[in-house]
């Protein structure tokens, strides 16, 4: 189960801005299958999970991420 | 003054110097509404995710703009649009994005150095109060290992400062 002792997000420790053009980074939270994963999943707080879920899908629309994977 | 990113792919199928002129015809198209073009990032070309307009790779442009209002990017826009060999283009504004990111890095900073300074003087104090005190390592280089990154470290070093005040306390 996450939430227990004080668990801090990630991706507001390791970073200033979430960038769309950032694929590496982005890449961590999308499935195989080029799904985003959920903030349960993740560990990522509220607004982390936001931004990085408007990067994904700008990075989509750019070609950057697929929308699909096989 | 307002800061935009501009991206657009163009067709994988241009030469060089097609490209170029494309680049240029628009940093001049915007510059000429009055903006300034602050930077032009070229990718080249690049694999795309899925295929658009039946490409399969697209050559990446990004272009930095600063103006007072919207008037070059929404005139770019228009010109993305007509044109056959822009496949894709997203702008966005970041002027906010920055500012948050700075006040940000400023904060971190402000508390690192406070931290600092308030680990060094309780160090004084413990290594005057008490003679011998077992491990006690002069640790100044852990000090400048603190990096913004390691937030994590930071809380668990924090805790066990605290845990080693009580146990002083409890010996006292």
């Known amino acids: 189960m996450v939430r227990r002792r004080k668990k801090y997000c990630k991706s507001c420790a390791s970073r200033t ?11 961590q939270f999308i499935t195989e299958s080029g799904k985003i ?14 931004k990085i879920t408007t990067a994904i899908k700008r990075a989509r629309h750019l070609a950057l991420l697929p929308f699909v994977r096989q | ?11 994988p199928t241009l030469t060089e110097e097609e490209v170029e002129q494309q680049v240029a015809s628009y940093v001049s198209a915007a510059e000429a509404v009055g903006a300034q073009v602050v930077s032009v990032d070229q990718w080249g070309k690049r694999q795309l995710a899925y295929p658009i307009k039946k490409h399969t790779e697209g050559y990446y442009v990004i272009l930095t703009i600063e103006e007072p209002s919207a008037d070059a990017v929404a005139e770019l ?3 993305f649009k007509v044109s ?28 690192q ?10 160090r004084v104090h413990a290594a005057s109060s008490e003679q011998s005190r077992g491990p006690v ?24 400062e605290e845990a080693k005040e009580s146990a002083d306390a409890g010996r006292e």
């Open chain 1, 17 to 27: 801005v979430i960038d769309y053009k950032d694929v590496k980074f982005l890449s």
């Open chain 1, 37 to 50: 994963i959920p903030r349960r999943t993740s560990g990522n707080c509220a607004p982390c999970q936001r």
């Open chain 2, 1 to 11: 003054m307002r800061r935009y990113e501009v991206v657009f792919i163009l067709a």
């Open chain 2, 77 to 79: 826009e228009r010109r």
């Open chain 2, 84 to 111: 056959d060999l822009v496949i894709r283009f997203l702008s966005i504004r970041v002027d906010e994005d920055l500012k948050r990111a700075r006040k940000l890095e400023e904060k971190r900073e402000a508390r």
């Open chain 2, 113 to 122: 150095r406070s931290r600092l300074r308030a680990r060094m003087t309780e």
């Open chain 2, 137 to 160: 390592s002069p640790d100044v280089e852990s000090f400048s290992d603190e990096t913004g990154a390691s937030e994590f470290g930071d809380e668990e070093r924090e805790e066990s």
